[in-house]
């Protein structure tokens, strides 16, 4: 399909786009809840003809698009879960289910992802090889996309192409970043176990608060003291719980934290020093510390190749002056993944208003300029064209 038609056929369903991200935005679903997300997916892929999978990793679907002609294989990865938060948008599309949103535009990834397999769908004898589209569920928790790999839902990839929301960049552009474009993360617990007593006789208890407090001061040395300046790095700490009483000395304090960073031996470092420090000052405080790592998702690495390759395919169809070259951001998203399995890029589309007061992602007040469902489905559909026909078998 020439720009022009590209172009012609978004645009054309730009009343349908925003039909379905309403719909989705109505009906938010939880991680590995989105059953009736998943089931419009499944329906709409089966009357589109594409072969379609369910119930991978619970609430996956993926749908393959097959061209006439046998050859390479583009995956479109959607995710598709909404955020316990109360919404604070007074539109018709709120949420129906209170304390449930669609905080971070995964409703919109949907409709793009529908809406691309409908256009690709009506020109599939002129393509050669398939479009896998890929539904996953539950990235706001970090949980849908290793077991869908696990699943073996990468086999036969050959480029993964990604995209989201981005409330950051005005809506009619897109945002990359070749490298690392997004964050390591690891979600940190720390208990810190001393001996409990009265307020008033410190010297027969251990006091695990001030433990804690040194804790959190001197693991702020990492980034400051032990991490070279031009690399990036942050630990923050957002729960620190303990204690019963104001005349009580603690027993028992548990420190929660996030730990980001883009390159690997950051993150290790970062990792091996916040263990390091909390055991010693533990020990030297007389306080037991136990360390966890609750989670963690690698870093989101765009490729330089296929970074190049959607700044063209975008530059064509957008104009060059809408494709911006992005800061990498600190957070995190688990299409990191899917990326380390098949190299590709995940790319921004710009979905905030063009003065810049929209409300950041997970906010309750979040909501999208609809006219980047246009341009997601614009961009996703071209990069998926073109990458077809320049990788012919
Ligand atoms: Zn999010
Ligand atoms: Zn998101």
Same mark, same amino acid.
């Given at each position: ?10 645009? &054309? ?19 590995? =809840?989105?059953? /009736? ?24 679907? %993926? &749908?393959? @698009? ?9 995956? +479109?990865?959607?995710?598709? $879960? ?10 018709? +599309? ?12 995964? $409703? ?16 599939? =004898? ?7 589209? @890929? ?27 990604? *995209? ?10 897109? &945002?990359?970043? &070749? ?55 942050? *630990? ?22 996030? !730990?980001?960073?883009? @390159?690997?031996?950051? /993150?290790?470092?970062?990792? /091996? ?7 010693? @000052? ?6 037991? !510390?136990?360390?966890?790592?609750? +989670?963690?998702?690698?870093? !989101? ?16 169809? *957008? ?5 911006? =070259? ?40 979040? $909501? ?10 614009? !961009?996703?559909?071209?990069? %998926?064209?073109?990458? *077809?026909?320049?990788?012919? =078998?």
């Amino acid at each position: 399909m020439e720009n022009a038609q590209i172009k012609r056929q978004a645009e &054309a369903h730009r009343d349908e786009l925003i039909s379905i991200r309403r719909d989705i935005h109505r009906h938010p679903e939880l991680a590995f =809840n989105e059953t /009736r997300t998943a089931g419009i997916i499944a329906d709409r892929m089966e009357k589109l003809g594409l072969e379609v999978q369910t119930g991978i990793a619970q609430t996956g679907v %993926v &749908a393959t @698009l097959r061209g006439s002609k046998p050859g390479k294989t583009v995956l +479109y990865r959607a995710d598709i $879960d909404a955020l316990p938060i109360l919404e604070a948008v007074d539109a018709e +599309y709120k949420s129906r289910t209170d304390g449930i949103m669609h905080a971070c535009g995964h $409703d919109a990834h949907v409709a793009i992802g529908l809406t691309v397999a409908e256009i690709l769908a009506g020109q599939k =004898n002129n393509f050669a090889g398939n479009v896998k589209f @890929l539904f996953q569920p539950a990235e706001e928790i970090v949980g849908g996309a290793r077991p869908m790999i696990e699943q073996g839902v990468m086999k036969g990839v050959d480029v993964t192409f990604g *995209l989201h929301m981005g409330n950051d960049e005005p809506v009619g552009s897109i &945002a990359l970043h &070749a490298g690392p474009a997004m964050a390591n993360v690891d979600s940190i617990k720390l208990t810190v176990r001393g001996k409990g007593g009265h307020g008033s006789q410190p010297e027969k208890s251990i006091d695990s608060v001030m433990a804690a407090c040194e804790i959190v001061n001197t693991l702020q040395t990492i980034v400051s003291r032990e991490i070279a300046p031009k690399d990036t790095a942050v *630990l923050s700490f957002g729960t620190i719980q303990g204690g019963f009483a104001s005349n009580v000395i603690a027993p028992e304090v548990v420190l929660e934290g996030t !730990v980001r960073s883009f @390159l690997p031996e950051v /993150r290790e470092k970062m990792i /091996r020093r916040i263990e390091e420090i909390s055991a010693g @000052l533990g020990k030297a405080l007389r306080c037991e !510390v136990k360390f966890e790592v609750v +989670y963690s998702c690698p870093a !989101v690495v765009n490729s330089d190749k296929w970074t190049d390759f959607i700044r063209q395919s975008a530059g064509q169809i *957008l104009g060059e002056d809408k494709v911006i =070259n992005a800061d990498p951001i600190m957070g995190s998203d688990d299409m990191s993944l899917f990326l380390k399995e098949v190299p590709g890029c995940y790319f921004f589309v710009g979905s905030g208003k063009l003065d810049g007061t929209s409300f950041l992602h997970h906010h309750p007040g979040f $909501d999208i300029e609809e006219e980047s469902l246009v341009v997601g489905t614009e !961009v996703m559909t071209k990069a %998926v064209l073109d990458y *077809l026909a320049q990788h012919q =078998n």
